[in-house]
Structure formats: structure tokens, C-alpha cells
């Protein structure tokens, strides 16, 4: 079983990540048992099959950085659980699709960040709305994902608005003019 | 220039912290060298040849006589005594020792500097006219712009790990001096019919392997709406540029593939949800940023009667004031810039005695600041008239009055293979051969205003492209070679170079630049430039005057070998 950082804790994780190997067919590829993430693939395939238990809260549906978060636009209010797959840290993409579905398509459940995550992004998958973090499995000691938790406040205001402060820094403090702090 | 209130000063300090650990858990082995690369590049750090290069961001070129003297000591205790400007308004070291870097960082945070993203594929240092905020021929000073884009893209959590880098540059002005064209973004600023100020907005400009003029994605842009913007812009590109290959990975191939009408739809398709959102600037920020650039309040000079009596008598004087002294908007002051192109040192390179000497002359007659230039040059923004015969005495005495700005050797030159992983080729050498074959100023005045810019490799970090002579370092079976461009220009003509043929050996260049340099004499006409001329009479007569002398020099070469 993985760890995972929710709400700024390590906790033990409860779910289980779907990836297709080559070959697997989507609409037929055998679910493991318990909570399970599905790839897009599969949750487009069965849709009507799987409704329920994504409505029951025990699957949910991860996003490769290619794929459009408008996609899963109808189903957003029946899914407890969104991941984002980072095949490489410095692959990017998954910050705007975390953007778009916290801010364009208003989803307010889960948004796992899952793949290539390291903890020198912590701060901005933050920012962009994860709610949980899942650094692959074995990546980090017991010992290092605790240390590695200091990673979540690297910057405690930020100039810009985001998904977590909407509101850019000008707006979320007073700030002076020059003339008024040297009087 | 800009002060940072203690906001902009935690951010940094946050920056500093952050990367000590970033370099402990590196050096301890708990962060592999490809998962530390991304972060040390985001704040400026590479492995070069002979040891790391540190980066150092100059905000659109702004420094201060304190951070001069901050850049100096860095140079004479972390580096050898030297620092470079880069032809984006940087600073780099090419000394330092990686241990020493988070150091060097904390040194800087305490004068208000940073590496922040000054490489990575980021948003990086923002780039404007080094006469912002004085120019005669300015209708709208960028720098509070630019350090409003400098607080929206510095940790923007969105757009840190972009398709490839993504350079803003920003004009104010009637004559373009920061080459917006050649800018992922350029924005230019603009009034509409009905006078409000907004941004004409330029997309996908670049230089490097596949040179591009930006096109026009937005005529007016609302100043409110300027972040909103750039905003759908990065995020189309962070999506949709392409990851698969680094080459094709900048903005202009995505504008490309897509043409610029499709990029615009998607842009403005995008925008449509931004517009208005809380991003949207407010006059209240634009007048707090602006204000705390603090610029000395000057008021109209009588013109300075010794300071025309002087160019009148001083024949030195007069020849470094009509290269180096610019017009000002207030009447009696004018701008100087300060020449970083001897003959014989590498282009845009300052000691650590000079940064000091520098920041003493900001302090004595440009009310303590400076401007980086992207010639590689340094300016002093206003300095009164009155003062410039004394200015020019003192600047000669730390060498950096060379009157040659904007001349044949004042050239600007990428680090290349002295120092750059990256480059195919040396570009100092070339430099320095080209300005001793011209180190007649007679000469050089007589050739009139001339740009040459080399890179060391695709990269084009020398911006060769854009220079009226271009030269870049290429490999050829692992020797040095050097292909050369004619007609490339910067500004509101900005224009590519053509090569005009086969490379030549580093020993053969100041003899191609003779050859190029005399087909314009021969063909000029009245006081046209050599670009003028290039443009008049085509590419195609420089390209055979170069090789036909180049070849009666090898047939002389072989006979007397004979």
C-alpha cells in the first residue's frame, strides 16, 4: 500500500491505480478488487457499467496529460475521485488540467496528482488544486515523505492568484506605494 | 528602479531557503542529477565546461550602485574576477563552485536580486528598453509593466515546467529597442482610437534553430486584461506545445502548426473565461508598482553651454559623445552608454574592480542606478549634461569609453566555446580578431553604424540572426566553422539574415568581414548605412565579392606555397 499527503499529512492510501498494459482492452480489462482508479479509457468504455461505483465512492478516473478534462465535464458530480498522471515531473500539462477542472469545470472532489510526483512540486500541484499528493511508490523513505511535507509552504504568499488563492497578492494584502511607507 | 516592499523580499528569501535544501538533498545523494537539473536550471545554475555558470536576473536591466558593488564582490571572492552581461539583460558568473552557489543567492536576496527562472523551461526574465522611462521617443514607460509580468510569472504554480523556455519582452516606445519580434510574447504597448492604453500582442517570435518573426495575435488587449491574457496564452501552450522533441518545442511551432488564425481562436476562446476574473489589473496596482520605482524627479536644465563649448574643442569628447550620449526627455540631461567592447576582451564582460567603478559612477552622476543593455552594454539613464565631459574622463580611465557603440565593434557575442557545454564553436576569438582588423577609429567612423552578432551554436543566444552581419559557430567533422547572414535587423524592421554560403575557418573571418565591409563602400550611396545598402542592392553582391576574394586569396596562397 502506498502513502500518500492529504491534508498536509502522510496517511496510508486506499486505492489502487488502473494502468493499461499494451494489449488490454478497455472495454474488458479485469478491475482489481477495492477502490480503484480507472484510466480514461476504461471509464469512457463502461460508463454505464461502472456508474454505480464511482456514485458509491469506491472508483474514480485518472487523466493522462494529453487527454481534455471536458471530457469527464457530465460526470464531474458523479466521481469522488479525479487523478492527473505526471509520466515525467517536468511534464507540465497536468497543471493546466488540474486548472481547468477545479476552476472551468467547477469539480470539488478529489484531485490526486499520481506518477512522476516529487516533492520540489508539491507547492505548485498545491496551488493548482491537488488535494492529494502521490509520489510514486518506493520513490521516498517513511523518514523523507515527512521531511518532504516542508515542501507544501515553500512560499507563503504567492504574487499570482491560482486555484488555491484565487485572488493575485495585490488583492489578498495591502500593499504600499513607496511614498506612503517612507512617510 | 524598482523597490521591494516585504512581500517581494520573502519571496526571495523563501527562494533562498529553498534552494540550500534543494542543493543539500542534491549533494547528499537524495536527489539524482536529472531530478535536481529542472531545479537548479529554474534558478539559473548550469554545469558548464570548466565549472557551473550562475545566472542572475536583471529585471528588464534595472540594477542599482548597491547591487553593482554586491555583483563586484561575487565576482572577486566566488568567481575570477569577472562577471558577463548576456543579450538578455543578465548577469552571469562562469566560476562558481556549486557549494558556494545557495551563498551567493542569500548575498544577492540581501540587495534585492534573485536567479529566479533566468533558464528552465519557465517563464523567464521579462526584457525591455534600456532607455525605459527616458527616451524622447517613449509614449508609455514599460518598467511598470514589466515588473507587474515579473510578479504574475515568477512561481506562477501553472506555467514552472512548460513544452521549452518562454521569453516576454515589452516596448513603450516609437522605435522598438527591445526586438519584441523575436519574443515568444512581445507586447507592444499601444493607445486605441478612443486613447485607452492596452497591448498589441506579438506571439511566437524566436530566435535559436528555426528563426521567426511573431505575429500579431491581438491588435488592443485592455491594460485590465493583460495578465488574463498572457495567461490563455501560456495555458494553449502548455497544453498543446509539443513535449516529444526540445527542438520543435517552443511556442512559434505550435503557432506554426496551427497557423496564427487558429492559435488566436484558441487564445481568445480561452481568454473568454479569464476576462474580468481576479487577475484583472486595477489602476490602484499599476500606480503602487509604478510608484515604487522612485525615479528622481528632474526638472528642464538650461541647456549646458560647456558642454557644447567642450565638443567643440575636445576632439576625443566629441567623438565618444556621438556615439555614446543619447537624447533625453528632460532637457539638459542626456543618456550615456557605457561601451563593454574594448578591443580585446570578451563582449559584455566587467571585472570586479569595474562593477565597483560603475556603481561609483551611478552614484556620482546617475543618481545611483544603471541599465543593462542586450548589446551587452551599460547605461546611465539620465546624467546632466553639464556632467557628461567629467563622466567621459572618469569612464575612460576604468576603460569602458570605447566610442564604438553601435559601430563595427561593438559586437555581441554568446559566451560560446570558451565556456558554453552547448556550443559548436568559439565566439570571443572571433570577436576580438574582428575589432583588431578595424582598430582604426577613423576607419570605424567612416563605416558608419554596423551590427555584428555571433553565436556559438542554434541556440542564438548572440542573436545572429537579427545582426546586419550574422555569424554562427557551426561543426564541421569536428572542426570550428562559421556560417555567416547578411541583412538580419533588430527594431521595427526586425528582419532575418540570409546566409549567403558555404562556412568559413576561424583564421578566414576578418577577411570575409573586410570583403563584406568593402562591397558596401564600393556601393553605398550618400550616408547609407550598411544595412541600407543591403537592402538596396540585394544579398547576392556581398555574397560574390566574399567568395571571390575568398578564393584569390587561396590561389595566392597556394602559388606561394609553390
Known sequence: MSEIIKSGRVQADEWTVLRLAEGDDPAAVALPAGRVIVPLAVWLARRDALHAQAEAGVLGVWLAGNEDPAVLAGDLSALALIAVDFPKFADGRGYSIATLLRTRHGYGGELRAIGDVLRDQFFFLLRCGFSVLQPREGKYSAAQLEAALTSLRDFSEPYQGAVDRPEPLFRRQPRTPLHKEAA | ?562
Open chain 2, 1 to 562: 528602479m524598482y523597490q521591494y516592499d516585504e512581500y517581494d523580499q520573502r519571496i526571495v528569501d523563501e527562494r533562498v531557503a529553498q534552494f540550500a535544501d534543494q542543493t543539500r538533498r542534491y549533494l547528499a545523494g537524495e536527489l539524482s542529477e536529472d531530478e535536481f537539473r529542472p531545479l537548479r536550471l529554474q534558478n539559473g545554475l548550469y554545469i558548464q565546461r570548466h565549472a557551473p555558470m550562475l545566472r542572475i536576473a536583471v529585471p528588464y536591466g534595472n540594477l542599482n550602485s548597491t547591487q553593482l558593488r554586491t555583483l563586484g564582490h561575487i565576482a572577486r571572492t566566488y568567481d575570477r574576477g569577472y562577471g558577463h552581461i548576456t543579450t538578455r539583460q543578465n548577469i552571469q558568473f562562469n566560476w562558481p563552485r556549486l557549494e558556494d552557489v545557495p551563498e551567493i543567492l542569500d548575498l544577492l536576496a540581501k540587495v534585492q536580486m534573485h536567479a529566479i527562472q533566468t533558464s528552465g523551461n519557465c517563464i523567464r526574465n521579462v526584457t525591455s528598453d534600456p532607455f525605459a522611462g527616458v527616451a524622447p521617443d517613449e509614449h508609455v514607460d514599460p518598467r511598470p509593466w514589466c515588473e507587474i509580468l515579473r510578479q504574475w510569472s515568477t512561481f506562477h504554480p501553472e506555467f514552472a515546467f512548460l513544452p521549452r523556455k518562454f521569453k516576454i519582452a515589452v516596448n513603450g516606445a516609437r522605435e522598438d529597442r527591445a526586438v519584441i519580434q523575436v519574443h515568444d510574447i512581445g507586447l507592444d504597448i499601444v493607445r486605441n482610437a478612443a486613447g485607452e492604453l492596452g497591448f498589441r500582442v506579438l506571439v511566437g517570435g524566436g530566435l535559436g534553430r528555426t528563426p521567426i518573426i511573431g505575429e500579431e495575435v491581438a491588435a488592443f488587449v485592455p491594460w485590465q486584461q493583460i495578465l488574463n491574457y498572457c495567461e490563455a496564452v501560456l495555458r494553449v501552450y502548455n497544453l498543446h506545445g509539443r513535449r516529444d522533441n526540445a527542438y520543435k518545442a517552443r511556442i512559434k511551432i505550435l503557432v506554426k502548426a496551427l497557423g496564427v488564425t487558429e492559435f488566436a481562436r484558441q487564445v481568445e476562446e480561452e481568454f473568454a473565461h479569464l476576462k474580468d476574473g481576479p487577475s484583472t489589473l486595477t489602476q490602484a496596482e499599476i500606480d503602487r508598482v509604478a510608484s515604487r520605482f522612485n525615479d528622481p524627479v528632474l526638472s528642464a536644465l538650461e541647456a549646458d553651454a560647456g558642454y557644447r563649448a567642450q565638443l567643440v574643442a575636445d576632439k576625443a569628447f566629441a567623438a565618444w559623445a556621438r556615439r555614446s550620449v543619447r537624447g533625453h526627455r528632460v532637457a539638459g540631461y542626456a543618456s550615456v552608454v557605457l561601451s563593454l567592447k574594448p578591443y580585446g576582451v570578451a563582449p559584455g564582460d566587467l571585472t570586479a574592480e569595474q562593477f565597483d567603478a560603475v556603481a561609483d559612477l551611478a552614484d556620482r552622476y546617475a543618481f545611483g542606478e544603471v541599465r543593462s543593455t542586450h548589446e551587452q552594454n551599460i547605461v546611465l539613464a539620465s546624467v546632466r549634461e553639464a556632467d557628461l565631459h567629467q563622466l567621459w574622463q572618469d569612464a575612460r580611465a576604468i576603460g569602458l569609453a570605447t566610442p564604438n557603440i553601435g559601430l563595427l565593434t561593438d559586437i555581441i557575442a554568446c559566451p560560446g566555446g570558451d565556456f558554453c557545454a552547448l556550443a559548436n564553436a568559439k565566439s570571443i576569438p572571433i570577436a576580438n580578431a574582428i575589432q583588431d582588423r578595424f582598430d582604426d577609429l577613423d576607419h570605424l567612423f567612416d563605416i558608419g553604424e554596423l551590427e555584428i552578432n555571433i553565436s556559438g551554436c542554434m541556440n542564438a543566444c548572440g542573436h545572429h540572426h537579427v545582426g546586419h552581419i550574422g555569424i554562427l559557430g557551426v561543426d564541421k567533422n569536428g572542426a570550428e566553422f562559421y556560417q555567416v547572414t547578411v541583412g538580419g535587423e533588430q527594431g521595427n524592421q526586425a528582419a532575418l539574415g540570409k546566409v549567403i554560403g558555404p562556412s568559413f575557418a576561424a583564421a578566414e573571418m576578418p577577411d570575409v568581414i573586410s570583403s563584406l565591409i568593402n562591397n558596401y563602400i564600393d556601393n553605398r550611396q550618400d550616408d547609407e548605412r550598411f544595412i541600407d545598402t543591403v537592402r538596396r542592392i540585394g544579398v547576392e553582391s556581398f555574397k560574390t565579392r566574399v567568395y571571390a576574394e575568398r578564393s584569390a586569396r587561396q590561389q595566392a596562397g597556394e602559388s606561394a606555397h609553390v
